[in-house]
Structure formats: C-alpha cells, structure tokens
C-alpha cells in the first residue's frame, strides 16, 4: 500500500514565508487599496549589474551558433567558473582551495538541504536558534531526531555557546540569517577548534560574506587554521549579486575532509558530494555560469560592491527607525538583516499583525526560525530606497 514519508508530518506547520505571504494575501483582499512595503523575504530589488548583464548576453549568442552552442553542463560547473571563484575569493586571500573542491548549483538553500544526504540518519546534529529553517527541516524530512538546538538570545549577543552534548554535525551561519550577527576571528576559530577535537564536521553557510565590512571578520572559514578538516562552506550570489531570480551558488569541500563509516573506512565527502551531484542534477546553465563569472571579475567585483553598499545604508536607515521605537536590535552592520526585540506585551506574531495593520509593513516573526526567535523582529535591508525611507517615516508613528 502506497503511503507518505511521515517525516513530514514532524515538521512544524507551514514553511515560514508560506504563512506570512498568506496573511499578506489575505489583508490584501480586505484592503485593496494598500500599498505594502515588503521588508520580510529577504528578495534583493536591484537590478543585475551591467557585467553579469554582457555575459549573460555573450552566452545566450554563443547558444545560436553550432561552434559554441553548448549542452548539459558538468554537474560540478565548467572550469572557467570554478577556476576563477579559486582564484579571486580563496588564493587571493591567501587560502589554498583549488577549482577541483569547488562546486557549482543552484543555490546555498538547495546545497544546505542537499548535503545532509551525505551522513548518517542515527548522526547528532547541532543547530542554532533562531535560525534559517532549512537546516532543520530538511533533516527532519529525512528521518533525523537526534537535534541540539543553540540558543542565540541577546543574553550570549546572538552567538551560540559550545554544545555540552557533543554533536557530529554542526550548522553555523555567519553574518547570521536572522539575527545579523557576524562573528570574528577567535570566535570562529573555537567552533574549528571544538570540531577537530570531537571529530564533528562544520556546514558552514556564508551566503551573506560579501556583507562584511568590519576587521578581523573572516569571510571564509577556511581562513581559520585546521578548518580544511572538518568544515565545508556554501556561498551565494544570490544577495551579493543579485542571482535571486537566476540561481547560482557554489559548495567548497576540502580534499582533506573525510569521513568514516560504520566500519571506520574514511571516504573523501568531496567525492560523495560529486557522486550525489552527478547522480541528482545536471547542473547550471551554461548562460548562468557565464553571467557569474562576470560578478568575479574587477569590474563586476566593484558594481557589485556598490549594490551591496546599497542594500547596507538601508538596513542602517531601519535600524535607526527601530532606535527610535525605544526597540533594541543586532544586525545592520556587515548584514542586511535588522533583528529587533518586539514591544512589550505582543508576541512575534501579534507585532507582524501589527505592523501589517497599522503601518503596511511586513516583516518575519521571529518566532518562525526557533524558539528563541521569539520575541524577535525580522527586516531586511533589501529594497528601494524610497521605500525603505518610507517604511522607516510609517514605522516612527507606530503605536
């Protein structure tokens, strides 16, 4: 008899961006008229950056000539791409990560999905809260109970502690999607540390890297001594290049990084992560590679730096307009993301309702990336300016 994954049936209602987009929905039906600011899905509003646009252009013309015409792409992404994120984003920052550890999809949300593919189902896992919601979901899709939740409250300033259960796989999101927080050198090194000494392995998302303007922030977990054992590190272009609509990531696994089984044989993950690509995808457009290859050169390097700058100044200006609310928040500096506490006496979920009623605002409960998320506000600095000047002129008049 045929029958569902009941996996699914642990997971806690609606994915979160489901149920705030239908409360929208709905308030828009009542009030037609509206003109809602959307400061909740982290969705970036400006355009693709003139380089990627000539190479997404010089790719779609080499398509309709036989001589350059190209069909099913390498499930790990064309050398070109890989050859230039090594050098531009690892070796020049004195990090020797080579193109054959790097690979090449659709996205770091599909990635830190994906990945738990790799492990055993019986493996602890330790996951901050709050935190983006599909690192746990997607293991308790595949069947895995054994999760050590990290608080992150303003009470340890958003950084998780050292787990005193020992875990075997750690999840780490550093700037921090929700709470905006980034963590610096030594910060970083006592998880790499607290890994090789419990022969834990690190999923490391730095999705938000190209946010970090402050010192001593690394931007890459490899820059931490001995991580290249035990850490593996997704990136995104999707909020530092704008790819959100046309999809391009990268996956670095170290050749050093290995694993045993159950019969203590060590297996390379990069191999594993190869096998499970070749196996499930058939990769990234070729018209996309070629537009990301643009983002890594100097001149698109330095366009998109200004958008980057951009969507900065705007998660300043919501900061300040949280300031003048008496609300307290992290993030806005080296983040796109504003997490704020919500007013006395409503919860994460009464204040979205709130804001959606009084001031055509949304935002994302906190409540809906963890327990500890409770109590918390996210907004996002991703928008036009007008907008985001507006948001913040409705915001100093809520009651």
Same mark, same amino acid.
């Given at each position: 008899?045929?029958?569902?994954?009941?996996?699914?049936?642990?997971? =806690?209602?609606?994915?979160?961006?489901?149920?705030?987009? =239908?409360?929208?929905?709905?308030?828009?039906?009542?009030?037609?008229?509206?003109?809602?600011?959307?400061?909740?899905?982290?969705?970036?509003?400006?355009?693709?950056?003139?380089?990627?646009?000539?190479?997404?252009?010089?790719?779609?013309?080499?398509?309709?000539?036989?001589?350059?015409?190209?069909?099913?792409?390498?499930?790990?992404?064309?050398?070109?791409?890989?050859?230039?994120?090594?050098?531009?984003?690892?070796?020049?920052?004195?990090?020797?990560?080579?193109?054959?550890?790097?690979?090449?999809?659709?996205?770091?949300?599909?990635?830190?999905?994906?990945?738990?593919?790799?492990?055993?189902?019986?493996?602890?896992?330790?996951?901050?809260?709050?935190?983006?919601?599909?690192?746990?979901?997607?293991?308790?899709?595949?069947?895995?109970?054994?999760?050590?939740?990290?608080?992150?409250?303003?009470?340890?300033?958003?950084?998780?502690?050292?787990?005193? /259960?020992?875990?075997?796989?750690?999840?780490?999101?550093?700037?921090?999607?929700?709470?905006?927080?980034?963590?610096?050198?030594?910060?970083?090194?006592?998880?790499?540390?607290?890994?090789?000494?419990?022969?834990?392995?690190?999923?490391?998302?730095?999705?938000?890297?190209?946010?970090?303007?402050?010192?001593?922030?690394?931007?890459?977990?490899?820059?931490?001594?001995?991580?290249?054992?035990?850490?593996?590190?997704?990136?995104?272009?999707?909020?530092?290049?704008?790819?959100?609509?046309?999809?391009?990531?990268?996956?670095?696994?170290?050749?050093?990084?290995?694993?045993?089984?159950?019969?203590?044989?060590?297996?390379?993950?990069?191999?594993?992560?190869?096998?499970?690509?070749?196996? =499930?995808?058939?990769?990234?457009?070729?018209?996309?590679?070629?537009?990301?290859?643009?983002?890594?050169?100097?001149?698109?390097?330095?366009?998109?730096?200004?958008?980057?700058?951009?969507?900065?100044?705007?998660?300043?200006?919501?900061?300040?307009?949280?300031?003048?609310?008496?609300?307290?928040?992290?993030?806005?500096?080296?983040?796109?993301?504003?997490?704020?506490?919500?007013?006395?006496?409503?919860?994460?979920?009464?204040?979205?309702?709130?804001?959606?009623?009084?001031?055509?605002?949304?935002?994302?409960?906190?409540?809906?990336?963890?327990?500890?998320? /409770?109590?918390?506000?996210?907004?996002?600095?991703?928008?036009?300016?007008?907008?985001?000047?507006?948001?913040? /002129?409705?915001?100093?008049?809520? =009651?």
């Amino acid at each position: 008899m045929i029958m569902i994954n009941e996996n699914f049936n642990a997971l =806690k209602g609606n994915y979160l961006f489901f149920e705030t987009g =239908k409360r929208v929905s709905d308030y828009r039906k009542m009030n037609p008229g509206a003109r809602i600011i959307r400061l909740g899905i982290g969705d970036v509003t400006e355009p693709l950056s003139q380089s990627i646009i000539d190479g997404l252009k010089e790719a779609v013309m080499e398509m309709g000539v036989r001589e350059t015409f190209q069909g099913y792409p390498p499930s790990e992404g064309y050398d070109f791409l890989r050859n230039i994120i090594s050098e531009t984003e690892y070796k020049a920052r004195g990090i020797d990560i080579s193109p054959d550890e790097i690979f090449i999809s659709t996205g770091a949300k599909e990635d830190t999905a994906n990945i738990q593919e790799l492990f055993s189902k019986d493996i602890k896992i330790a996951i901050p809260d709050p935190v983006y919601p599909v690192y746990a979901d997607s293991n308790i899709m595949a069947g895995r109970d054994k999760i050590v939740y990290l608080p992150c409250t303003s009470e340890n300033d958003f950084l998780p502690d050292l787990p005193e /259960e020992i875990p075997d796989l750690i999840y780490l999101c550093f700037p921090n999607n929700p709470t905006g927080r980034a963590i610096n050198h030594d910060g970083l090194k006592k998880w790499v540390d607290y890994a090789r000494q419990k022969k834990a392995v690190i999923l490391f998302d730095a999705a938000y890297e190209a946010y970090i303007r402050g010192e001593g922030i690394p931007h890459s977990i490899f820059e931490i001594e001995g991580a290249f054992e035990v850490a593996v590190e997704f990136r995104s272009l999707s909020k530092s290049a704008g790819f959100t609509g046309t999809r391009c990531s990268y996956t670095v696994i170290p050749d050093k990084l290995k694993v045993p089984d159950k019969s203590s044989e060590f297996h390379s993950l990069k191999d594993l992560w190869l096998r499970r690509q070749s196996t =499930k995808s058939n990769g990234v457009a070729y018209i996309i590679q070629k537009g990301a290859y643009r983002y890594f050169t100097e001149q698109g390097r330095s366009e998109n730096r200004r958008i980057v700058d951009y969507y900065l100044e705007n998660a300043a200006t919501i900061g300040r307009g949280i300031s003048t609310l008496g609300l307290k928040y992290s993030g806005a500096v080296n983040s796109p993301y504003v997490w704020c506490n919500v007013p006395e006496g409503l919860t994460s979920w009464q204040f979205f309702d709130e804001l959606l009623n009084q001031c055509n605002i949304v935002g994302t409960p906190g409540s809906g990336f963890g327990s500890c998320g /409770e109590g918390y506000f996210r907004l996002t600095g991703f928008g036009e300016r007008k907008d985001i000047n507006e948001a913040v /002129e409705r915001l100093v008049k809520f =009651k």
